[in-house]
T-cell receptor, first 116, second 119 residues
Framework: GAVVSQHPSWVICKSGTSVKIECRSLDFQATTMFWYRQFPKQSLMLMATSNEGSKATYEQGVEKDKFLINHASLTLSTLTVTSAHPEDSSFYIC????????????FGNGTRLTVT | AQKITQTQPGMFVQEKEAVTLDCTYDTSDQSYGLFWYKQPSSGEMIFLIYQGSYDEQNATEGRYSLNFQKARKSANLVISASQLGDSAMYFC????????????????FGKGTLLTVNP
C-alpha cells in the first residue's frame, strides 16, 4: 500500500534556530501534500497545502514566512520552522494521496517538535 | 459552524463488545467523502474506512463499519468485537468536492474520541 515517510520522528531545538521536516511518498508520486499541526489532545489542523513546482497554499492564520514549505519533487515536501520559539512546539504530520484517483490521505508518522 | 462534530470526548467499552463512535457533519456540497482514522498514542494516523456521499451501501472493512445516514448527516463508526489494541483516538474527517484536483484532497477533522477498551 501507499506509504508516506516523515523524518525526523522527533526533534529538540533551541529557540531561534530552524528545523526542517521531510515528508516523502515512498511508492507513489504526490503532486500535492498536506501539512497538519496537532497540539496535545487536540485535533489536526491543516497548516498548508504543498504543491509540486509551485508555491504552497497556507491556511488562514498560518505565517508563511515562519513555516516554509518546499515541494521540489513529486516525492518530497519539506516544512522548515524558522526561528523556532517554544510556542511552535507541537506534533507536525504530513499527508499525501495517490493521484488522480479518489483515495484516502496517507499520513506520515509525524514529527514531535520541542523548542527549548 | 463546525464541519465535523464528534460529541464523545471519551468512550469506554468492554473487550469483545461492539462500540459506536458518533460523527455528524455539515456541508452544502453534493459530492463529499467521509473518513475515519485511528491515532494510537504513538501518533501515526491510520486510515480505517471511507464512505462516499453517493455510496448507497454502508462501508465495511473487517471489524469496522460505517453507519451512514445521509439525511441526518451522520457517519458513525461501529467497531465490532473490540480488542485491547483498539484503544486509541479516533477521528472523523470529511473531504468536500470530489474532484481530481490536488486541493480537493484536503480533509477537515473532528476533535476526536478517545476510546478505551477494558479487559
Amino acid at each position: 500500500g501507499a506509504v508516506v515517510s516523515q523524518h525526523p520522528s522527533w526533534v529538540i531545538c533551541k529557540s531561534g534556530t530552524s528545523v526542517k521536516i521531510e515528508c516523502r511518498s515512498l511508492d507513489f508520486q504526490a503532486t500535492t501534500m498536506f501539512w497538519y499541526r496537532q497540539f496535545p489532545k487536540q485535533s489536526l489542523m491543516l497548516m498548508a497545502t504543498s504543491n509540486e513546482g509551485s508555491k504552497a497554499t497556507y491556511e488562514q492564520g498560518v505565517e508563511k514566512d515562519k513555516f516554509l514549505i518546499n515541494h521540489a519533487s513529486l516525492t518530497l515536501s519539506t516544512l522548515t520552522v524558522t526561528s523556532a520559539h517554544p510556542e511552535d512546539s507541537s506534533f507536525y504530520i504530513c499527508s499525501a494521496a495517490l493521484q488522480p484517483t479518489v483515495s484516502p490521505l496517507h499520513f506520515g508518522n509525524g514529527t514531535r517538535l520541542t523548542v527549548t | 459552524a463546525q464541519k465535523i462534530t464528534q460529541t464523545q470526548p471519551g468512550m469506554f467499552v468492554q473487550e469483545k463488545e461492539a462500540v459506536t463512535l458518533d460523527c455528524t457533519y455539515d456541508t452544502s456540497d453534493q459530492s463529499y467523502g467521509l473518513f475515519w482514522y485511528k491515532q494510537p498514542s504513538s501518533g501515526e494516523m491510520i486510515f480505517l474506512i471511507y464512505q462516499g456521499s453517493y455510496d448507497e451501501q454502508n462501508a465495511t472493512e473487517g471489524r469496522y463499519s460505517l453507519n451512514f445516514q445521509k439525511a441526518r448527516k451522520s457517519a458513525n463508526l461501529v467497531i465490532s468485537a473490540s480488542q485491547l489494541g483498539d484503544s486509541a483516538m479516533y477521528f472523523c474527517a470529511m473531504r468536500e468536492g470530489l474532484g481530481s484536483g490536488g486541493s480537493n484532497y484536503k480533509l477537515t477533522f473532528g476533535k476526536g474520541t478517545l476510546l478505551t477498551v477494558n479487559p
